[in-house]
C-alpha cells in the first residue's frame, strides 16, 4: 500500500477522515494542501498533492474531475473542516459545472456530492452548486435523480431564517441574498425545467404557513404565486413589489394582467400616498403600466406622493428603453396637472438626447398641447451640461422647440435664468459639434436672448 501510494519509508504521515499528510498536520484549518494523499469516495487513488497553495487555488486549478472530487468530497464530509472551505469547494465546483470541457463529468460529480451529503443550509455554495446543475441538467436527467426533487420538497423553509425584518427592507437584491430566497429560486428553476408545476405549488403551501415572517409571505406570495393567491389576502406594497418584480424581470409574461390587478387596486388606495414608499416599488410600478395601455382607465393616477414616484420612473423608462410603451400612461398621468407638466419639462431639460428626437418630441407635445397657458415656471438649471457631454450628443432641434414650448407657457421667462440656460447650451454645441452647427444653433437661439449681450459668456469664438 504504502508503494503504491508513494509514501517514503521512515516518514512520519497522519490521517484523517480521508486526509493523509506528511508530517502532523491539524483539519480544522486547512489553508494550505501539500503532499496530501487522498481517499476518494471509499477507496485510495494513486496520488499525491506536490503542491504549496491555498485551498481556493487549488480547487480552481484543479481540472481533474477524481483529484477534485477527492479533496472536495473529503472536506465536505470532515465535521472538523470549517464551513467556509466547504461551501467554497460547492461554489467552485458550480463553475467547474459551467466550463467547457469536463464540464459534464463535473456535472456528475456535483449531483454525487448532493445526493451523498444532501443540504442543509441554502448559503450561496449550496445554492450556487444547486442552480448549475438544474441549469446544465436536461429536463430528463434532473427527473432521472428523484433525490434533487425530494431534497427541494423535503426542505424546511422555517429553518432558513428571514430575508426581510421590517417592510422598509425589503428589495429584490436583498431577497436573492437571503436563503429563503435562493432556496425559492432555486425550487422556481427546478419545476419549470421539468415541466412541473406542483413543486411551486408545495412551496406556496410552506409560504402560507410561514409565521416567522409576514413580509417575507407577503413577497413571496407576490413574486411566485397566481392570481387566486396574490389576491386572497390583503394586497400590500410588499406583495405587489414581489409581483411587479417578477414583470420586471420577465416582461410580457402572462401574469401582466395579474400585475394589472394589483396595481389598480394599490394606485387607488389612499393609503398608498404615503412619502415613504421605495424607489424599487415606484420603478416596477411603472413597468407595469408601460406594458399595457388598455388598463389605465380605470387607475387611481391622480394622487400625489407615491404617484409622483410612478411617473418619473414611468418617463425615465420610456427616454431609457425603446420597448417601452409607456407614452399614453405618462399622459394620463400628466393630463392638465400644472406640476406633472413642470416636473417633464424638467425632466427633459437633461435628457434631451439626439437618440431620443422622436421620444422627447412627444413629450413635448405633451406640454404643447395643455389649455393652460400659465404653467408653474420650469428651473432652468436643471439642464445639465457635463450629461450632454460624457454621454451623447445634444439635440439642438428639440431643446430649441422645448424652450420655445415653454415660453408659450409662461414656464420660461425672459430673464437671466434663460439668458444662463441659453449659454449652457451653446457652449455646450460648440464642443461636440462642427462650426455649422453652432452657427445653426445661435441663428435658433436669437430669439430668445441677444447673442451681442452674451459673447463675453460663451466659450468659443463667434465666427
Same mark, same amino acid.
Given at each position: 500500500m504504502a508503494e503504491k501510494l508513494g509514501w517514503e519509508e521512515g516518514k512520519k504521515y497522519t490521517y484523517q477522515s480521508g486526509f493523509i499528510f506528511e508530517g502532523d498536520s491539524d483539519l480544522s484549518n486547512p489553508h494550505l494542501i501539500k503532499n496530501l494523499v487522498v481517499r476518494n469516495f471509499g477507496e485510495f487513488t494513486d496520488f499525491s498533492i506536490e503542491k504549496d497553495e491555498s485551498v481556493e487555488e487549488y480547487f480552481k486549478n484543479e481540472n481533474n474531475v477524481e483529484k477534485f472530487g477527492g479533496v &472536495?468530497?473529503?472536506? *465536505?464530509?470532515?465535521?472538523?473542516?470549517?464551513?467556509?472551505? #466547504? @461551501?467554497? &469547494?460547492?461554489s467552485i465546483l458550480g463553475e467547474k459545472i459551467e466550463q467547457e470541457g469536463n464540464g $459534464?463529468?463535473?456535472?456528475?460529480? /456535483?449531483?454525487k456530492i448532493i445526493r451523498e451529503f444532501g443540504i442543509d443550509h441554502f448559503n450561496f455554495g449550496n445554492y450556487y452548486l444547486l442552480e448549475t446543475i438544474v441549469e446544465k441538467g436536461s429536463k430528463d436527467e434532473l427527473i432521472a435523480h428523484l433525490e434533487l426533487g425530494e431534497l427541494l420538497s423535503n426542505t424546511?423553509? /422555517?429553518t432558513l431564517g428571514k430575508a426581510f425584518e421590517s417592510e422598509e427592507e425589503v428589495s429584490e437584491t436583498k431577497f436573492m441574498n437571503s436563503e429563503i430566497g435562493r432556496y425559492c429560486m432555486v425550487v422556481k428553476g427546478y419545476a419549470t425545467k421539468i415541466?412541473?408545476?406542483?413543486?411551486?405549488?408545495e412551496l406556496l403551501e410552506k409560504v402560507a404557513h410561514l409565521e416567522s415572517s409576514k413580509v417575507d409571505q407577503q413577497y413571496i406570495f407576490g413574486k411566485y404565486a397566481n392570481k387566486g393567491l396574490v389576491l386572497a389576502e390583503e394586497i400590500s406594497k410588499v406583495s405587489l413589489l414581489g409581483l411587479s418584480t417578477r414583470i420586471a424581470l420577465q416582461p410580457g409574461v402572462k401574469e401582466l394582467e395579474?400585475?394589472?390587478?394589483?396595481? #389598480? @387596486? *394599490?394606485?387607488?388606495?389612499? #393609503?398608498? @400616498?404615503?412619502?415613504?414608499? /421605495?424607489?424599487?416599488l415606484a420603478n416596477n410600478v411603472a413597468v407595469v403600466l408601460s406594458e399595457t395601455n388598455r388598463d389605465t382607465e380605470n387607475i387611481n393616477l391622480s394622487g400625489g406622493g407615491f404617484h409622483d414616484k410612478v411617473f418619473r420612473a414611468l418617463v425615465k423608462l420610456y427616454l431609457g428603453n425603446e420597448k417601452s410603451n409607456g407614452l399614453e400612461a405618462i399622459g394620463k398621468f400628466v393630463g392638465e396637472d400644472g406640476q406633472r407638466l413642470k416636473t417633464l419639462a424638467e425632466m427633459l431639460l437633461s435628457r434631451m438626447f439626439s437618440k431620443n428626437s422622436e421620444r422627447t418630441a412627444k413629450l413635448i407635445t405633451i406640454i404643447e398641447r395643455a389649455k393652460d397657458n400659465r404653467l408653474p415656471l420650469v428651473k432652468c438649471w436643471e439642464f445639465n451640461p457635463f450629461i450632454y457631454q460624457k454621454k451623447s450628443e445634444i439635440d439642438v432641434h428639440g431643446i430649441e422647440k422645448l424652450i420655445r414650448v415653454c415660453i /408659450?407657457?409662461?414656464?420660461?421667462?425672459?430673464?437671466?435664468?434663460?439668458?444662463?440656460? %441659453?449659454? $449652457? %447650451?451653446?457652449?455646450v454645441i460648440s464642443e461636440i459639434r462642427g462650426r455649422e452647427e453652432v452657427r445653426e444653433a445661435l441663428e435658433q437661439f436669437k430669439d430668445f436672448v441677444d447673442i451681442d449681450l452674451i459673447k463675453g459668456e460663451l466659450e468659443f469664438k463667434i465666427l
Open positions: &472536495a468530497y473529503a472536506f *465536505i464530509k470532515d465535521p472538523k473542516v470549517n464551513n467556509q472551505y #466547504k @461551501e467554497r &469547494a460547492k $459534464r463529468d463535473f456535472w456528475k460529480l /456535483g449531483v424546511d423553509i /422555517g415541466e412541473d408545476s406542483s413543486f411551486m405549488n395579474n400585475a394589472c390587478s394589483a396595481v #389598480k @387596486e *394599490i394606485m387607488s388606495d389612499p #393609503k398608498f @400616498e404615503a412619502n415613504d414608499m /421605495g424607489p424599487a /408659450g407657457k409662461n414656464m420660461i421667462r425672459y430673464n437671466q435664468d434663460l439668458k444662463n440656460l %441659453v449659454v $449652457r %447650451v451653446l457652449n
